[in-house]
């Protein structure tokens, strides 16, 4: 039974059924097109005016459509500053004539020439100026998109300009943007506050000239370049960098991930009912696998010399072997939290095939020990693909401090922001454990220099053996297109590895908690994860992976089984 398509009275009332019937059926009509086309192509820097008064409601528009620009965030940055008086005017002419004799003297004689023969009446001609300026004193951290591009303010209010420039065209105005100015000097004629940059002067009006081509085309100044000349394919032309290396994985397609999304529109739900978890639902059905109804929880024991060496656990490293032995009996509280879930459940010894290191004296693993302890993960994830998802869980001593240590070498964190308690530590094992992380990375930076960006070659200085092996089941896993779960630091930390290494895992992967471990954060960030869960678990053993994935089969099946719309 389909039922009548709830339709908002606000927004977007359309459906992904009506949009994928018709991709384009946003276009506009050919005539409009063309009428756009032909005013981009006809926008011209204007230098010669005419004296006659600028409508108020013509103005305006202009404003208007400068104001309709995207920002950065939606901050709409951009004062626009509207300059009449003859007083003003005639100041800012001084200053651009000042500029104009300074920049023509850094040129050579013929251009020195040229730029002084050119027509730069506008600020006395044009009836009207308009100084945009950039409200930058938002910081840059607070507006959407700015804490990664700060500049993006600057750039918001470029596009006023350019909306306000083919306005300007449309409607025959001439328009004309003059940067012959100190910026200092222009803040200080209009009286900028601090952190208010103007992006130079705009001269509005009548113009007293109708060029078929650019000006500086027309002078000889320069000549269009071809649009070929400027188009690159895919990456900046080869150089000296050495070529990225071969990819073994391929992220799903676009039209997978758009029919995964389109999957929950014809939901009798609001879109994005589940919030966090509709997005991992989205996740898991553009994967090329099947659409997992089970699973697996992988539990990977691993050993640490760290661990006996340095006393940063609260545990005997004995009890490794014997959690270990119990996930292989089900009585783990791993183990049977899986058999809730109806997961099945795998334990799996990883071995160095070579003597390890302490960390802080000497690599964890040698290179050729990593990539083996790789190869033999990958062998068992694409094992585990045949089963549904699959969960990751760890048991290892000291497992935490390796965890943190490769964090800090591959994420470059300070191991104040990496080392956390552990299971049952106190504040002076917390301590030790920060030491042994700072000397750890301290000596494999000074062994290793920039190599240690390389991602086995961190994972054998920093890493350890069930690491190795939860990243090479991360790869052979998401190769076999289905979800891998996550559970705390230690599978995180090896999926920073896995996703290095083959950047098309990501997809694959479901952060199942943020565990309480202090790098969990910064990690599951690089991964570009957000959690389903954060109970503040103190278990490993891939408890949180289990529960989260519960939560994933159950919406999976919600998904499957809710009422559609017509």
């Excluded at 070579?354 to 050729?368: E, F, K, R």
């Excluded at 939560?551 to 998904?559: F, I, K």
């Amino acid at each position: 039974m389909t039922w009548p398509r709830p339709v908002p009275v606000i927004g977007d009332q359309t459906s992904a059924a009506q949009r994928a019937a018709d991709p384009a059926g946003w276009a506009f009509d050919p005539a409009t097109v063309e009428a756009l086309h032909t005013v981009i192509g006809a926008r011209r820097d204007i230098r010669r005016y005419r004296p006659d008064p600028v409508p108020p409601e013509t103005l305006r528009a202009v404003l208007e459509a400068g104001h309709r620009a995207p920002s950065v965030g939606h901050s709409q940055p951009w004062r626009f500053v509207v300059v009449t008086e003859q007083a003003t005017r005639d100041r800012a002419a001084v200053l651009a004539d000042r500029e104009r004799l300074r920049q023509a003297e850094l040129l050579t004689p013929d251009r020195r020439a040229r730029l002084l023969d050119l027509q730069l009446e506008g600020i006395r001609e044009a009836p009207v100026g308009v100084v945009v300026a950039c409200d930058r004193r938002a910081h840059a951290t607070g507006v959407l998109g700015r804490a990664t591009f700060p500049d993006a303010d600057l750039w918001s209010c470029a596009c006023a300009i350019q909306n306000m420039w083919l306005a300007a065209r449309a409607a025959g105005l001439g328009m004309g943007w003059v940067t012959l100015f100190q910026p200092a000097d222009l803040a200080g004629l209009l009286h900028l506050p601090e952190e208010v940059e103007t992006l130079g002067w705009l001269c509005l009006g009548w113009p007293d000239e109708r060029p078929p081509e650019p000006g500086l085309v027309r002078h000889g100044w320069s000549t269009r370049a071809p649009l070929e000349d400027v188009v690159l394919a895919e990456r900046w032309p080869a150089d000296d960098s050495p070529a990225a290396p071969p990819s073994h994985l391929a992220g799903p397609r676009p039209q997978a991930v758009v029919a995964a999304r389109d999957s929950g529109d014809d939901l009798l739900a609001v879109p994005g009912s589940l919030g966090v978890l509709d997005r991992a639902v989205d996740r898991v059905l553009a994967l090329p696998g099947a659409v997992p109804e089970t699973g697996t929880l992988l539990v990977v024991a691993g050993e640490h010399p760290v661990a006996a060496a340095h006393a940063v656990s609260a545990y005997p490293v004995s009890v490794t072997a014997d959690v270990l032995a119990a996930t292989r009996s089900g009585a783990s509280l791993g183990a049977s939290t899986a058999r809730q879930a109806g997961l099945r459940v795998r334990a799996h010894a990883a071995v160095s095939p070579a003597p390890q290191g302490d960390l802080l004296c000497a690599d964890a693993l040698p290179v050729a020990a990593a990539e083996a302890l790789l190869e033999e993960g990958r062998a068992l994830g694409r094992e585990l693909a045949a089963t549904g998802l699959v969960c990751l869980g760890e048991v290892g001593i000291g497992n935490t401090t390796v965890a943190a240590a490769l964090a800090c070498g591959l994420l470059g964190l300070d191991p104040d922001d990496a080392v956390g308690l552990g299971a049952g530590s106190d504040a002076a094992m917390l301590e030790r454990k920060r030491d042994v992380v700072r000397g750890a990375v301290a000596r494999a930076r000074s062994e290793h220099g920039r190599a240690l960006a390389e991602p086995v070659r961190a994972l054998a200085a920093l890493g350890g053996p069930e690491v190795a092996v939860l990243a090479g089941v991360t790869l052979g896993a998401a190769g076999g297109g289905v979800p891998v779960v996550l559970d705390g630091l230690v599978t995180a930390v090896a999926a920073v590895v896995a996703v290095r290494l083959e950047p098309a895992a990501q997809p694959a992967l479901v952060a199942g908690q943020r565990s309480r471990e202090r790098g969990s954060a910064a990690v599951l960030t690089e991964l570009g994860l957000e959690p389903l869960l954060d109970l503040r678990l103190r278990a490993g053993e891939g408890i949180g992976a289990v529960l989260a994935a519960q939560l994933l089969l159950t919406a999976l099946r919600a998904r499957r089984g809710a009422g559609r719309v017509s």
